[in-house]
């Protein structure tokens, strides 16, 4: 089938969405679809160069000025939507999938695609309700997103349960395809551990509790942060390594050196997604502090490379721990420390979490398996759209403007 793959948010930019938008066209081209992504021009520096392509994905980066907004980079520019018509006018695609309702390329390219008959698919990356928020705020975006969804998508992908409940009563058909993880690229290394834990001036008797991800306050990082430093007090073994940059970045390694914890709490700074396994086979535990996931991609990267989990119990950590056999869920900061003390005391237990930790990301996150889903939803969405155009001489069930989901 001829993909299209909407998304603002694309490599080299560092994000999960970039690297799920990334990764399934790589393995639906491996299926043997056509793959096309269309995305906005790259804004962000220093976060490496251009992904590596396969026969059958391409990526096209659409014209225009895109400014940098709290952290994001969302199209505004006409002459982007403008490209965007006339590339999904031109491409002859069968299927569009767009990525985030809270983008605006998407949501146009959506409805172009609906006016041109074209089959439309929509995956929301995160979840809506969040308990940060006032209720009002929740309301509001909960009911703006419904409107966009109903109005333009006639397939749903969600990342977990949890977000299929938020969407339900729509009329619009929702899949329950988690995010993916190349265990390929994302194992356990035995060499690459030693060589990076080397650099990074560790020796075999340090247990390095980790963080991969974003420096912004809803991933949990100024709680973890503290976390460590109570632990440090607790265990002189222990280190923290934090990889990742955002806007904490300074006022954290502010923090520890005023604490004068530099030796042991370090924070390397952003990391291109190609170097974030070697970081990952250095850590002996991962922390995932985050307040509000669908999914975490981390997370199922460290899972690949087989490191027990501490994770915030959020939707996407419940769906990817499981019933806690590779890791410990918690609800406070309290509860974080303290599944971190253990595991940091508890060398069997950290193996055996970590080992099936990797079982589990082989066996129900692998991109092989997600792209294989998804590849069937379209080629359902497909058949869906056939039965429900008119037949010749009949006369149509909707105007060219109302839903026909």
Known sequence: MRVVLLSD?????IGGIEVHVYSLGWHLAALGHD???????????GTGSAP????????????????????????????????????????RFEVVHGHSSASLLVLLGLRAARRLGIPTVLT???????????????RALLAAQRACVRAWAQQIIVLNREA????????????????????????????????????????????????????VPSKGAPSLLRCLQLICQEERRVRGLFVGGGPLLASLRQQVAARGLSARLQFVGPCPWPETPRYLNAMDIFAFPSYTEACGLALLEAMA??????????AGARQALGAE?????????????????????????????????????????????????????????????????????????????????
Do not use: K
Not at 197 to 207: A, F, K, T
């Open 325 to 405: 056999e590779c890791g410990r869920l918690v609800d406070s900061d309290e509860e974080l420390r303290a599944a971190l003390l253990q595991l940091c005391r508890d060398e069997a237990l950290r193996h055996a979490f970590g080992r099936a930790a990797r079982r589990r990301a082989e066996g129900l996150f692998r991109w092989e398996l997600v792209a294989e889903m998804t590849s069937a939803l379209y080629q359902e969405l497909a058949g869906r759209t056939a039965l429900a155009l008119p037949q010749p001489g009949a006369e149509a069930a909707c105007g060219p403007d109302q839903d026909a989901t």
């Open 124 to 138: 929301e990356h995160s979840m809506t309700l969040r308990r940060s928020r006032p209720g009002l705020v929740n």
């Open 35 to 45: 793959v096309s992504i269309l995305t906005h021009v790259p804004v962000r520096p």
């Open 52 to 91: 590596p392509l396969r026969p059958g994905l391409t990526v096209q980066y659409l014209p225009g000025f895109v400014p940098r907004v709290l952290g994001g980079d969302p199209a505004i520019d006409p002459r982007t939507f403008r490209a965007l018509a006339r590339a999904l006018e031109s491409g």
């Open 164 to 215: 299929a409940a938020e969407l339900s009563g729509l009329g619009v058909p929702i899949a329950i395809i988690p995010g993916g993880v190349d265990c390929q690229r994302f194992r356990p290394d035995g060499d690459l551990r030693q060589q990076t834990r080397h650099s990074l001036g560790y020796n075999d008797e340090d247990i390095v509790v980790g963080y991969l991800g974003r420096l």
């Open 9 to 13: 948010c694309f490599l080299p930019a």
């Open 305 to 314: 490379c087989g490191l027990p989990m501490v994770a915030r119990s959020t």
